[in-house]
């Protein structure tokens, strides 16, 4: 009856194992599938960025194109997409900490808490079995000596009994059935104790021991239960959490599609690329049955004066195209027809990409003279900060020269130096020729007649406001300025309006713009 009970907590036992194992392994599986998902959102982060950044803009070029709001939306989306993809790494982390880690801390508990209950089972039940095998003993001993005991009591009864025996002999046998007799006894009395011992420790194995462990082994089982579910739930409220935000980058997105508006663009547009040109007036009727007269439409025909220029025809000079009214009409056809043929080659003709953007509309090239000012400024301003970062490296390293030669950096120095040098050089170019495409194009804001303003020419002749003496040579290789030599003396033709130039009229008759601090005044 015991072997039998043994052997039924002995399948109860592998049963609990069993079950209690496959608790534990659902656990590791769900981990697993965790770490997997994680791994799926981060390779899908990792995508979205590489996506964003593919399509970033990047560059002046493209950040023109983001003022207009189509463009401009579309680095808004990128951007969205960009948070987008850092909701969904957040998901995976928040994963990894919040389920991976925590239920792989828990797991491990559980693993030595259920080593530990196991143990203790299996303790308990050996000690038993360990019990149950010295009352088994004491029962055969006590089963022997018994058996022993009776043969020498029936030899000794024998022995009496026997005519032949002597008196000694029946003495004899006596006193060793009453020896196996009194052992017999003992062997009863061990058999009884252990008996009641072993009867005493199966009740507390099956009312106590066992029930407590097999208790506490269910009562991990449901703690881990609980626990996974806690994990399944987290599993989609970690998700649940960040949905916010990532509605946001949704809303986000469709915001930059609304606010997009067409007509601003194309507004927008013309105004970048708007030529600064009038167009022209329509051309009046000339009557040649009448005699040719000089037209007096405001036309746009003629091409944009760059500055006003001393024609040949001084007053000393003057020819009277009215004395005779054959020579001025047929002069002013002339003149007209040139002008003519002059502004429509202009537009049949195109020069390469000039340096200074002189090929480009008045708008255009301010505009494109602007970026190339701001360009080399920010240049210059980057060249400047490594030089200053390049000095101070150079003084760490003379006030420590454990960490480097300060003549390493010599060689840098003076590079980044020479970059300075030949960066202010293009600002200054620039600037000038900013300055006098201002200064030229102040004297087309008002529309002039063909013929008026020959006329005009004609009559008018500047005298000199001033004179001046040069201080340094100035090389004039920009559109409107001229170049003089240091110690030139210089007739002032217009003097500085606060830009910083004046015009200057040479000796030789090369009149032109200069940059006022290269002069010094006569008195």
Known sequence: MCVLTLFLFQDQYDGIDKHTQSGLDLVERYIKFVKERTEIEQSYAKQLRSLTKKYAKRGSKEEQDCKFSNHGSFQEILNELNDYAGQRELIAENMMTGICVELTKYLQELKQERKTHLSDAKKAQQTLESSFKHLESTKKRFAKEWAEADKATQQAEKTENDLNATKLDVEKAKTHAHARTHTAEECRNDYAAQLQKYNKEQNLFYYS???????????????????????????SEIEKKVLPIISKC???ISAAGAKINEKQDSILFIEQHKSGFERPGDVEF?????????ATSDSSLHPPKVRAKLWPFSKKHKVNLHSDSSVCTWHSLFVCVCVCVLFFLSFISQPPAAEDF?????????????AKIDDITKELQKTQDQSDALEK???????????????????????????????????AKYEVKTHTHTRIWRQLDQPHNIYTEFDDEFDDVQTPIGQCTALYTFEGN?????SIMEGELLSIMEEDKGDGWMRVLRANGEEGYIPSSYVKLAP
């Open 358 to 370: 002189s090929h480009l509309p008045p708008e255009q090239r301010k505009k494109r003279l602007q």
């Open 209 to 235: 021991e066992i029930p407590q462990i097999f208790n506490k082994l269910q009562d991990m089982d449901e703690r881990r239960i609980r626990r996974l579910a806690d994990g399944y739930c987290q599993f």
């Open 478 to 482: 920009s559109e409107g300025t001229i």
């Open 250 to 252: 949704l809303e986000g």
């Open 286 to 294: 000339e009557d040649y049955s009448q005699g040719i007269k000089p």
């Open 393 to 427: 490296m150079k003084g760490v390293y003379e006030q420590n020269p454990q960490m480097g030669d300060p003549s390493s950096l010599e060689p840098q120095i003076t590079e980044t130096a020479q970059n300075i040098g030949r960066l202010r050089g293009e600002l």
